[in-house]
T-cell receptor
Framework: ETGVTQSPTHLIKTRGQQVTLRCSSQSGHNTVSWYQQALGQGPQFIFQ???????GRGNFPPRFSGLQFPNYSSELNVNALELDDSALYLCASSPRTSGSSGTDTQYFGPGTRLTVL | AQSVAQPEDQVNVAEGNPLTVKCTYSVSGNPYLFWYVQYPNRGLQFLLK??????LVKGSYGFEAEFNKSQTSFHLKKPSALVSDSALYFCAVRDTYGGSQGNLIFGKGTKLSVKP
Protein backbone atom coordinates (compact mmCIF):
# COMPACT_ATOMS: atom_id res chain seq x y z
CA GLU A 1 0.00 0.00 0.00
CA THR A 2 1.46 3.34 -1.07
CA GLY A 3 1.22 6.22 1.39
CA VAL A 4 0.58 9.89 0.68
CA THR A 5 3.25 11.44 -1.53
CA GLN A 6 3.95 15.09 -2.25
CA SER A 7 6.09 16.94 -4.75
CA PRO A 8 8.32 18.80 -4.84
CA THR A 9 10.10 18.38 -1.52
CA HIS A 10 11.45 21.91 -1.45
CA LEU A 11 10.67 25.00 -3.47
CA ILE A 12 12.03 28.54 -3.51
CA LYS A 13 9.99 31.34 -5.09
CA THR A 14 10.04 35.11 -5.07
CA ARG A 15 7.28 37.40 -3.90
CA GLY A 16 4.50 37.83 -6.47
CA GLN A 17 5.13 34.52 -8.23
CA GLN A 18 2.73 31.60 -8.47
CA VAL A 19 3.34 28.05 -7.26
CA THR A 20 1.71 24.63 -7.71
CA LEU A 21 2.15 21.83 -5.20
CA ARG A 22 1.11 18.25 -5.88
CA CYS A 23 -0.23 15.41 -3.78
CA SER A 24 -1.05 11.78 -4.45
CA SER A 25 -3.46 10.27 -1.99
CA GLN A 26 -3.05 6.94 -0.27
CA SER A 27 -4.51 3.98 -2.13
CA GLY A 28 -8.26 3.73 -1.55
CA HIS A 29 -8.59 7.27 -0.19
CA ASN A 30 -10.94 9.65 -2.01
CA THR A 31 -10.60 12.80 0.08
CA VAL A 32 -7.66 15.17 0.22
CA SER A 33 -7.10 18.01 2.68
CA TRP A 34 -4.37 20.65 2.58
CA TYR A 35 -2.76 22.29 5.59
CA GLN A 36 -0.21 25.07 6.05
CA GLN A 37 2.32 24.69 8.87
CA ALA A 38 4.28 27.84 9.64
CA LEU A 39 7.54 27.51 11.56
CA GLY A 40 6.90 26.69 15.20
CA GLN A 41 3.15 26.34 14.73
CA GLY A 42 0.62 23.57 14.32
CA PRO A 43 -0.87 22.90 10.89
CA GLN A 44 -3.78 25.11 9.78
CA PHE A 45 -6.51 23.81 7.50
CA ILE A 46 -6.61 25.38 4.02
CA PHE A 47 -9.27 23.36 2.20
CA GLN A 48 -10.52 19.88 1.41
CA UNK A 49 -11.43 18.17 -1.85
CA UNK A 50 -13.94 15.36 -2.24
CA UNK A 51 -15.27 14.06 -5.55
CA UNK A 52 -13.25 16.71 -7.39
CA UNK A 53 -14.98 19.60 -5.63
CA UNK A 54 -13.94 21.84 -2.77
CA UNK A 55 -15.68 20.52 0.30
CA GLY A 56 -14.72 22.89 3.06
CA ARG A 57 -12.33 25.80 3.45
CA GLY A 58 -10.42 27.39 6.27
CA ASN A 59 -9.53 31.03 6.75
CA PHE A 60 -7.34 31.47 3.67
CA PRO A 61 -7.74 34.03 0.87
CA PRO A 62 -8.94 33.13 -2.66
CA ARG A 63 -5.40 33.23 -4.02
CA PHE A 64 -5.12 29.78 -2.44
CA SER A 65 -6.94 27.41 -4.78
CA GLY A 66 -6.89 23.75 -5.61
CA LEU A 67 -7.96 20.90 -7.80
CA GLN A 68 -8.70 17.23 -7.38
CA PHE A 69 -8.40 14.81 -10.27
CA PRO A 70 -10.39 11.63 -11.05
CA ASN A 71 -7.60 9.51 -9.57
CA TYR A 72 -8.02 11.52 -6.31
CA SER A 73 -4.66 13.25 -6.60
CA SER A 74 -4.70 16.96 -5.88
CA GLU A 75 -2.96 20.26 -6.51
CA LEU A 76 -2.61 23.34 -4.35
CA ASN A 77 -2.06 26.59 -6.23
CA VAL A 78 -0.99 29.82 -4.61
CA ASN A 79 -0.99 33.05 -6.62
CA ALA A 80 0.73 36.34 -5.84
CA LEU A 81 3.04 34.79 -3.27
CA GLU A 82 3.75 36.75 -0.10
CA LEU A 83 6.62 36.36 2.34
CA ASP A 84 4.22 34.97 4.96
CA ASP A 85 3.35 32.09 2.63
CA SER A 86 6.71 30.55 3.53
CA ALA A 87 5.76 27.33 5.32
CA LEU A 88 5.52 23.56 5.16
CA TYR A 89 2.49 22.56 3.11
CA LEU A 90 0.98 19.26 4.13
CA CYS A 91 -1.43 17.11 2.22
CA ALA A 92 -3.59 14.53 4.00
CA SER A 93 -5.84 11.86 2.56
CA SER A 94 -8.69 9.96 4.15
CA PRO A 95 -11.14 7.26 3.09
CA ARG A 96 -14.31 9.30 3.38
CA THR A 97 -17.58 7.53 2.76
CA SER A 98 -20.69 9.29 1.49
CA GLY A 99 -22.09 9.40 4.98
CA SER A 100 -18.93 10.57 6.67
CA SER A 101 -19.32 11.38 10.33
CA GLY A 102 -15.93 13.06 10.44
CA THR A 103 -14.33 10.18 12.28
CA ASP A 104 -12.02 9.16 9.47
CA THR A 105 -8.31 9.36 10.16
CA GLN A 106 -6.32 11.72 7.96
CA TYR A 107 -2.95 10.38 6.82
CA PHE A 108 -0.32 12.96 6.01
CA GLY A 109 2.36 13.17 3.38
CA PRO A 110 5.91 14.39 4.06
CA GLY A 111 5.11 17.94 3.01
CA THR A 112 6.53 20.54 0.64
CA ARG A 113 8.75 23.22 2.15
CA LEU A 114 8.01 26.52 0.38
CA THR A 115 10.32 29.48 0.85
CA VAL A 116 9.26 32.87 -0.51
CA LEU A 117 12.04 35.45 -0.88
CA ALA B 1 -14.39 29.23 19.43
CA GLN B 2 -13.18 25.71 18.96
CA SER B 3 -9.59 25.18 19.97
CA VAL B 4 -6.88 22.88 21.25
CA ALA B 5 -4.30 23.84 23.84
CA GLN B 6 -1.00 22.16 24.54
CA PRO B 7 0.23 23.99 27.64
CA GLU B 8 3.83 22.77 27.51
CA ASP B 9 6.17 23.85 24.74
CA GLN B 10 8.66 21.18 25.80
CA VAL B 11 8.66 18.06 27.96
CA ASN B 12 11.92 16.49 29.14
CA VAL B 13 11.97 12.88 30.28
CA ALA B 14 14.69 10.37 31.13
CA GLU B 15 14.71 7.16 29.10
CA GLY B 16 12.71 4.43 30.83
CA ASN B 17 10.55 6.88 32.76
CA PRO B 18 6.85 7.41 32.05
CA LEU B 19 5.90 10.38 29.91
CA THR B 20 2.82 12.56 29.64
CA VAL B 21 2.10 15.19 27.00
CA LYS B 22 -0.87 17.33 27.91
CA CYS B 23 -3.78 18.47 25.73
CA THR B 24 -7.04 20.25 26.49
CA TYR B 25 -9.77 21.07 24.03
CA SER B 26 -12.83 23.23 23.48
CA VAL B 27 -15.39 22.10 20.89
CA SER B 28 -19.12 22.14 20.30
CA GLY B 29 -20.73 18.72 20.29
CA ASN B 30 -18.95 15.39 20.61
CA PRO B 31 -15.17 15.72 20.52
CA TYR B 32 -13.22 13.59 18.06
CA LEU B 33 -9.62 13.77 19.25
CA PHE B 34 -6.34 12.79 17.60
CA TRP B 35 -2.63 12.64 18.36
CA TYR B 36 0.04 12.93 15.71
CA VAL B 37 3.85 12.88 15.91
CA GLN B 38 6.24 14.79 13.65
CA TYR B 39 9.90 13.94 13.27
CA PRO B 40 12.33 16.55 11.89
CA ASN B 41 11.68 17.41 8.25
CA ARG B 42 8.87 14.89 8.07
CA GLY B 43 5.09 14.97 7.81
CA LEU B 44 2.73 14.00 10.59
CA GLN B 45 2.32 10.38 11.62
CA PHE B 46 -0.97 9.23 13.16
CA LEU B 47 -0.67 7.79 16.67
CA LEU B 48 -4.22 7.31 17.95
CA LYS B 49 -7.71 8.74 18.10
CA UNK B 50 -10.72 8.90 20.39
CA UNK B 51 -14.16 8.78 18.83
CA UNK B 52 -16.34 7.10 21.42
CA UNK B 53 -16.29 4.27 23.94
CA UNK B 54 -13.48 3.41 26.33
CA UNK B 55 -11.79 6.52 27.70
CA LEU B 56 -8.34 4.89 27.45
CA VAL B 57 -7.22 4.64 23.84
CA LYS B 58 -4.22 2.58 22.78
CA GLY B 59 -2.21 3.52 19.71
CA SER B 60 1.02 3.00 17.84
CA TYR B 61 4.51 2.57 19.34
CA GLY B 62 3.17 1.88 22.85
CA PHE B 63 1.42 5.22 23.23
CA GLU B 64 -1.97 5.63 24.83
CA ALA B 65 -4.22 8.55 25.66
CA GLU B 66 -6.88 9.15 28.26
CA PHE B 67 -10.04 11.04 27.39
CA ASN B 68 -11.50 13.00 30.31
CA LYS B 69 -14.76 14.71 29.44
CA SER B 70 -15.16 16.62 32.71
CA GLN B 71 -11.67 18.11 32.38
CA THR B 72 -11.90 18.42 28.57
CA SER B 73 -8.50 16.77 28.32
CA PHE B 74 -6.86 14.14 26.15
CA HIS B 75 -3.36 13.59 27.53
CA LEU B 76 -0.88 11.36 25.70
CA LYS B 77 1.02 8.84 27.78
CA LYS B 78 3.63 6.14 27.54
CA PRO B 79 4.75 3.92 30.44
CA SER B 80 8.44 3.82 29.46
CA ALA B 81 9.99 6.47 27.20
CA LEU B 82 12.58 5.71 24.52
CA VAL B 83 15.19 8.09 23.12
CA SER B 84 13.61 7.46 19.72
CA ASP B 85 10.33 8.98 21.01
CA SER B 86 11.98 12.41 20.88
CA ALA B 87 9.89 14.41 18.42
CA LEU B 88 7.17 17.03 18.11
CA TYR B 89 3.71 15.92 19.23
CA PHE B 90 0.45 17.47 18.08
CA CYS B 91 -2.99 17.11 19.56
CA ALA B 92 -5.94 17.81 17.24
CA VAL B 93 -9.71 17.96 17.44
CA ARG B 94 -12.18 17.56 14.61
CA ASP B 95 -13.78 20.87 13.68
CA THR B 96 -17.56 20.76 14.05
CA TYR B 97 -18.41 24.27 12.87
CA GLY B 98 -18.67 26.27 9.69
CA GLY B 99 -16.86 25.91 6.39
CA SER B 100 -13.98 23.88 7.80
CA GLN B 101 -16.27 21.37 9.44
CA GLY B 102 -14.83 17.89 9.53
CA ASN B 103 -11.20 18.94 9.38
CA LEU B 104 -8.62 19.15 12.09
CA ILE B 105 -7.78 21.95 14.50
CA PHE B 106 -4.26 21.46 15.82
CA GLY B 107 -2.50 22.61 18.94
CA LYS B 108 0.86 24.37 18.69
CA GLY B 109 2.75 21.21 19.45
CA THR B 110 4.89 19.93 22.31
CA LYS B 111 8.51 19.02 21.82
CA LEU B 112 9.36 15.81 23.65
CA SER B 113 13.00 15.26 24.54
CA VAL B 114 14.01 11.88 25.97
CA LYS B 115 17.53 11.73 27.39
CA PRO B 116 19.53 8.50 27.80
Amino acid sequence: ETGVTQSPTHLIKTRGQQVTLRCSSQSGHNTVSWYQQALGQGPQFIFQYYREEENGRGNFPPRFSGLQFPNYSSELNVNALELDDSALYLCASSPRTSGSSGTDTQYFGPGTRLTVL
Amino acid sequence: AQSVAQPEDQVNVAEGNPLTVKCTYSVSGNPYLFWYVQYPNRGLQFLLKYITGDNLVKGSYGFEAEFNKSQTSFHLKKPSALVSDSALYFCAVRDTYGGSQGNLIFGKGTKLSVKP
